[in-house]
């Protein structure tokens, strides 16, 4: 369980569902944790919490969606924890569930600009020094990037653009020592999923919650992404169904 110690980890989209579990998880693997979210509050929350356990936990308020908020949620981050080391972009939105026809051009450009643009904006201000070597980013993404679902246009095309980040990534800087993943968890019981039930647009918003994932399960395999021993996958998106990394990372097997 210290897979990570020394270590310093942004998780951006930290304050509930998987990147709440994920910052819980990489603390338990030694890092100390940065938690950014709009809401600073309950990534607060989320971070006390973590603190209780003895690790080092700190929240910084942030939207992913305005450069200049990454930048000072990096340097934040750097001020009170050190540089950081790895990033997970985990802050997305799904909104908004409309037929294509039906879309308001606000919304869907509102999802591109957290989606898409929030995950470039946090490596951008990750990587600002131009450090590639030893550090690690790993973007959430979703079965939504290779797998078109009706009404979630905005949130298809954004995961879709997250991917091709993933491995733009990794073609400009893997050689330099970046690693980088992208991570599609699968169903996960989470808010987002509570609104995706609500809307009842797609076959996705039919699924039972009981045939959903627990948060810690995805955040068990993207802390296992995080660490030395998952380098030989660098540079490739992976997903909840591959029962290699699964048992690498100590997850459950899927029936
Ligand atoms: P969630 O419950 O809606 O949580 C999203 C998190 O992102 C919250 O902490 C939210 O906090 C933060 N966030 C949203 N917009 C933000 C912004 N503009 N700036 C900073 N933080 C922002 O979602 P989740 O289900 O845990 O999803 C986590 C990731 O997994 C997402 O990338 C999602 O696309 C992906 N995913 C989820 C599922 C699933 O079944 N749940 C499936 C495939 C992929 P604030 O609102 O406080 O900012």
Same mark, same amino acid.
């Given at each position: 369980m210290n897979g990570l110690r020394g270590k310093r980890a942004v998780v951006v989209g930290a304050s509930r569902g998987l990147g709440a579990a994920l910052a819980r998880r990489l603390a338990a693997e030694g890092a100390a944790v940065a938690l950014v979210a709009r809401s600073r509050e309950r990534a607060a929350e989320v971070a006390r919490s973590i603190g209780a356990t003895g690790a080092r936990a700190i929240a910084v308020g942030g939207d992913a969606a305005r450069y200049a908020?990454?930048? &000072? +949620?990096? +340097?934040?981050? @750097?001020a009170r924890l050190g540089r950081a080391d790895i990033l997970v972009n985990n802050a997305?939105? =799904?909104?908004? =569930? *409309?037929r294509f026809v039906e879309t308001d051009p606000a919304a869907w450009a509102e999802n591109i600009g957290v989606t898409l643009l929030g995950a470039y904006h946090a490596a951008r201000a990750f990587l600002a020094d131009g450090a *590639? +070597? @030893? &550090?690690? =980013?790993?973007?959430?993404?979703? @079965?939504?990037a290779h797998q078109p679902l009706e009404?979630?246009?905005?949130?298809? *095309?954004?995961? *879709?653009g997250l991917h091709m980040l993933t491995l733009a990534l990794a073609a400009e800087l893997g050689e330099q020592g970046l690693r980088v993943y992208g991570y599609a968890p699968g169903l996960v019981d989470t808010a987002m999923q509570e609104t995706i039930r609500a809307s009842g647009i797609n076959p996705i918003s039919r699924k039972r919650r009981d045939e959903l994932a627990p948060a810690d399960e995805p955040a068990r395999i993207i802390a296992y992404l995080?660490? @030395?021993?998952a380098s030989d996958l660098a540079g490739r998106?992976?997903?909840? &169904?591959?029962?290699s990394l699964r048992r690498r990372a100590g997850a459950p097997a899927l029936e």
């Open positions: 908020d990454m930048q &000072r +949620a990096m +340097a934040e981050c @750097g997305a939105v =799904i909104e908004p =569930i *409309a *590639a +070597a @030893g &550090r690690v =980013i790993v973007n959430v993404s979703s @079965g939504a009404g979630w246009s905005a949130y298809c *095309a954004a995961k *879709a995080c660490t @030395g021993e998106e992976l997903d909840f &169904r591959d029962a």
